[in-house]
T-cell receptor
Framework: AQSVTQPDIHITVSEGASLELRCNYSYGATPYLFWYVQSPGQGLQLLLK??????LVQGIKGFEAEFKRSQSSFNLRKPSVHWSDAAEYFC?????????FGGGTRLMVKP | GAVVSQHPSRVICKSGTSVKIECRSL??????MFWYRQFPKQSLMLMAT?????????EQGVEKDKFLINHASLTLSTLTVTSAHPEDSSFYIC?????????????FGEGSRLTVL
């Protein structure tokens, strides 16, 4: 069965600083990989996804993620964080029509 | 893009009563919908897969008699929490995949926060 690990439960960055959120997965083959964002009390919004092809994928709101097969990672990055980016971020893996979420990383942005 | 809507967004009920949460796909037909549960500051856990016209498939450890799922039409799935207790208080989120969509993306509802007193 697949699993997803987000090592950082909380991350605080200053507005304008760069951001990287870590995600590691465990699965026998190449899975479909996703990053979602959740604002308090809200559902999930898809930021980006990787199915195949170019390992660097661009998403909405200036986010990007890089799939590294050798490291079983799919880290999310943003060059300059905005205060509105403060939210909970979930990495997810889909295999066999089942979506498995990581534990989430709460991002806080300092002014 | 495809939209999934849940209702109600918040519900408070007394212990022992039953609560129904609706999940609708607004502009596509979904033969399969998924129900997740999210405890405070935790991740989403898949509870069950709702299949139109047939029985839902429940994940291990989820009580099917406690969490009744009905997928009576291609645009509506309902989750009924029966004889609710305070430990059932949680954030419930549904999702559905547009079978006609090119990306296979799962679309999520806004979530429903249940508080059982």
């Amino acid at each position: 069965a697949q699993s997803v690990t987000q090592p950082d439960i909380h991350i605080t960055v200053s507005e304008g600083a760069s951001l990287e959120l870590r995600c590691n997965y465990s699965y026998g083959a190449t899975p479909y990989l996703f990053w979602y964002v959740q604002s308090p009390g809200q559902g999930l919004q898809l930021l980006l996804k990787y199915f195949s092809g170019d390992t660097l994928v661009q998403g909405i709101k200036g986010f990007e993620a890089e799939f590294k097969r050798s490291q079983s990672s799919f880290n999310l990055r943003k060059p300059s964080v905005h205060w509105s980016d403060a939210a909970e971020y979930f990495c997810a893996v889909e295999a066999g029509n089942m979506l498995t979420f990581g534990g989430g990383t709460r991002l806080m942005v300092k002014p | 893009g495809a939209v999934v809507s849940q209702h109600p967004s918040r519900v408070i009920c007394k212990s022992g009563t039953s609560v129904k949460i609706e999940c609708r796909s607004l502009d596509f037909q979904a033969t399969t919908m998924f129900w997740y549960r999210q405890f405070p500051k935790q991740s989403l856990m898949l509870m069950a897969t709702s299949n139109e016209g047939s029985k839902a498939t429940y994940e291990q450890g989820v009580e099917k008699d406690k969490f009744l799922i009905n997928h009576a039409s291609l645009t509506l799935s309902t989750l009924t929490v029966t004889s609710a207790h305070p430990e059932d208080s949680s954030f419930y989120i549904c999702s559905a995949r547009d079978p006609q969509g090119s990306t296979g993306e799962l679309f999520f509802g806004e979530g429903s926060r249940l508080t059982v007193l």
